[in-house]
């Protein structure tokens, strides 16, 4: 099974700030790669997927890169509406798997 | 509007059965894989199972593999779940989700239904 490996698996900041997430994949998995925003209660939403493509509807400040192992998600400027929790996803080969999370909360 | 709403949860005790179901609406339910996703109370996403367009081709997580079984009815637009000899590490809310064409992750969530194995 291919491990992500997800960190930090919690960070603080203050609106307007840059953060960037990542995932590191046990093996290569070209660019098969989601990254997902969770509220408490709600179910996951898709920001990004092939590691660079922005779901419609998503603000621009969302974006991500990386290719093989190294994967980051950025939020250019942290809005209130983004605390959240975020996942990576790898869907290079089964069983799919997910980073353990992120949890993004107000400094 | 694309819409999948999941049912079927409750509390069952340990050893016990429960099936869930996933309603899907909104697009071409047939020409779409299928896949289960769950979550234990705090804890991370964990991909459970995927079912091809005709359900010919299921495929299970290791922890699920025997007990778990993924099926669809394309007729009805319904997503199945059946779970059996359950344990209390399954208790989590399981998702359906749809894949992305096959090539690009899971695009479409459910609302979630919770399952709690408990005596």
């Known amino acids: 099974d291919i491990q992500m490996t997800q960190s930090p698996s919690s960070l603080s900041a203050s609106v307007g700030d840059r953060v960037t997430i990542t995932c590191r994949a046990s093996q290569g998995i070209r660019n098969d790669l989601g990254w997902y925003q969770q509220k408490p209660g709600k179910a996951p939403k898709r920001l990004i997927y092939a590691a660079s493509s922005l779901q419609s509807g998503v603000p621009s400040r969302f974006s991500g890169s990386g290719s093989g192992t190294e994967f980051t998600l950025t939020i250019s400027s942290l809005q209130p509406e983004d605390f959240a929790t975020y996942s990576c996803l790898q869907y290079n080969s089964y069983p799919w798997t997910f980073g353990q999370g992120t949890k993004v909360e107000i400094k | 509007e694309v819409q999948l709403v999941e049912s079927g949860g409750g509390l069952v005790q340990p050893g016990g059965s429960l099936r869930l179901s996933c309603a899907a609406s909104?697009?071409?339910?047939?020409?779409?894989?299928m896949h289960w996703v769950r979550q234990g109370a705090g804890k991370g996403l964990v991909w459970v199972s995927r079912?091809?367009?005709?359900?010919?081709?299921?495929i299970y997580a290791d922890s699920v593999v025997g007990r778990f079984t993924i099926s669809r009815d394309n007729a009805k637009n319904t997503l199945y779940l059946e779970m059996s000899s359950l344990r209390a590490e399954d208790t989590a809310v399981y998702y359906c989700?749809?894949?992305?064409?096959?090539?690009?992750?899971?695009?479409?969530w459910g609302q979630g239904t919770t399952v709690t194995v408990s005596s």
């Open positions: 989700a749809r894949g992305d064409g096959g090539i690009y992750g899971l695009d479409v």
């Open positions: 909104g697009f071409s339910f047939s020409t779409y894989w």
């Open positions: 079912v091809n367009g005709d359900g010919s081709r299921p």
